[in-house]
């Protein structure tokens, strides 16, 4: 649905406990990449376990329209066959890339560095979305581009024929900038280093080298220095994509805050640069283990467990750990709510530009539902009010934004009063399964 279909009402009411096991769907992050290194590669990558969400369809749309081959075989089960590093058709129309920022982001990144043209759109949300944070450094390989003011989409980027290996320090604490630089790198002869200050998400660079690109990671004292030798032949891989730890975090939180639940998230990604909010949570007093730790392609994952936690308290984030779990401030924020005393958050002014800002719809739906927080540019406190106390009862606005609208609806399964949504069409992007995986736990969420 994304902003483009009619808009899905949806009401969480206070529910008994969560029960069972959550089989969520597969990263997000570690899907969209799949599919762009897949189409990189030449020969025949095969995936499993892909998000089937809007915002990865959507980017297997584009990497047909690039020229490989995508095909679902049904199950999760897909194959791309590539075209190689710099072998890009220029797509015949307009590449739309929905809801998701981390779709367009790295495409306009692996397509900069070929010798084609490309007009970039998305729905409302994502073409209100700074771009420049992208075209700048690709600018530096000689990519050029064209968008509407503020570099917003819908933009047209013409690729360097010639394309020039940079050195680039990214100003934010951003992956799809890293990638969308990685990316570009591919395409450029020589070497491509990337300098990031704090670090993110590490899929790009651990799946560069699974495709056998020649990558290496030091840390000094600027951060994190990456580099990626140019015009490698990437060859194609098997990939089975974890499940999604930020889609774990709607289980897990609803858990936590439910009397009497216990719930078990089996295969779930627990990569250091995505896990900060399971972290956070024990720091929380939250009741959560570790079964079954184990590696699968690259990626350490294991079984989640997260049982009713009554005794949870407020504390301050380490602003250290943001990158780590920069999309789960939402639900967290709700997590607050139900313990006692204050729930600080710094660091985060991140949170401002993504699907939507972050900080003002999860604050003002908060406060509409008897929950008191306060703001300022990178930062926020929720002043939690203990479990059993959170009022609940009205309707909030989703924003165009899948985690805003899924973080209501785990707040109203522990307020006292059932909470609802203007628009719970977003959810498809990221979490397609939430209404029927969130029923089969025990929660009554429904349309209307
Ligand atoms: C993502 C990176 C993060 C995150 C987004 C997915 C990725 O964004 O918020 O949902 O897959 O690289 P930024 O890199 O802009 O922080």
Redesign the pocket.
């Known amino acids: 649905m994304s902003g483009h279909g009619t808009p899905i009402p949806m009401t969480s009411r206070p529910c008994g406990p969560l029960k069972g096991e959550a089989n969520v769907p597969g990263d ?2 570690i899907s ?2 799949s599919l762009i290194l897949g189409a990189m590669a030449v020969g025949e990558t095969k995936i499993s376990g892909l998000l089937e969400g809007e915002d990865v369809l959507d980017t297997g749309k584009a990497m047909a329209a690039f020229g490989a081959e995508v095909i679902n075989h049904g199950g999760g089960n897909w194959s791309v066959h590539g075209v190689g590093v710099g072998g890009f058709a220029e797509p015949d129309n307009v590449i739309d890339c929905g809801n998701s ?2 779709g367009v ?2 495409i306009m990144g692996a397509m900069a560095t070929c010798d084609i043209t490309v007009t970039f759109t998305g729905d409302a949300s994502l073409n209100g979305r700074p771009m420049a944070r992208v075209t700048d450094p690709i600018a530096l390989f000689g990519a050029q581009a064209v968008g509407r003011v503020g570099g917003r989409l819908p933009m047209t980027i013409v690729g360097a024929k010639d394309p020039t290996p940079v050195r680039y320090e990214v100003p ?8 969308a630089v990685l990316l570009a790198g591919l395409n450029a002869p020589g070497q491509t280093v990337v300098i990031e200050k704090e670090a ?2 590490d ?2 660079e651990r799946m560069l080298a699974g495709f056998g690109a020649e990558i290496s990671v030091e840390q000094s004292d600027a951060g994190r220095v990456i580099t990626l030798t140019g015009q490698p032949e990437l060859k194609p891989q098997t990939i089975v994509v974890p499940r999604d730890p ?1 889609s774990a975090a709607f289980p897990v939180c609803a858990a936590v805050i439910t009397p009497g639940s216990d719930v078990l998230v089996p295969n779930i990604g627990l990569n250091p640069t995505r896990a900060g909010l399971f972290t956070t949570l024990r720091e929380m007093g939250a009741d959560l283990t570790y079964e079954n730790e184990r590696e699968e392609g690259g990626e350490p994952v294991a079984d989640l467990r997260a049982k009713f936690s009554p005794n949870l308290k407020g504390i301050e984030v380490d602003p250290a750990r943001a ?1 780590s779990m ?2 789960e401030y939402p639900v967290l924020s709700v997590v607050a709510s139900f313990a006692q005393g204050e729930t600080v958050m710094r660091g985060v002014k ?1 949170l401002r530009v ?1 699907e939507s800002d972050r900080i003002d719809a999860m604050a003002t739906g908060l406060r509409l539902n008897g929950v008191e927080v306060d703001e300022g540019d990178d930062w926020w406190i929720v002043k939690g009010l203990g479990h059993g106390n959170v009022p609940g009862g009205a309707t909030c606005e989703s924003h165009l934004d899948h985690r805003i609208a899924m973080s209501f609806m785990v707040l109203g399964m522990a307020a006292q009063n059932p909470v609802s949504l203007d628009d719970g069409g977003p959810i498809a992007t990221s979490f397609p399964i939430f209404e029927p995986l969130m029923a089969g736990l025990g929660t009554d969420v429904v349309r209307g």
Not at 172 to 179: D, G, I, R
């Open positions: 997000k992050s969209h990449r920022g981390t982001r790295l934010m604490p951003s992956a799809q900038v890293k990638s993110t998400r899929h790009t930020s990158a920069i999309d991140e993504k």
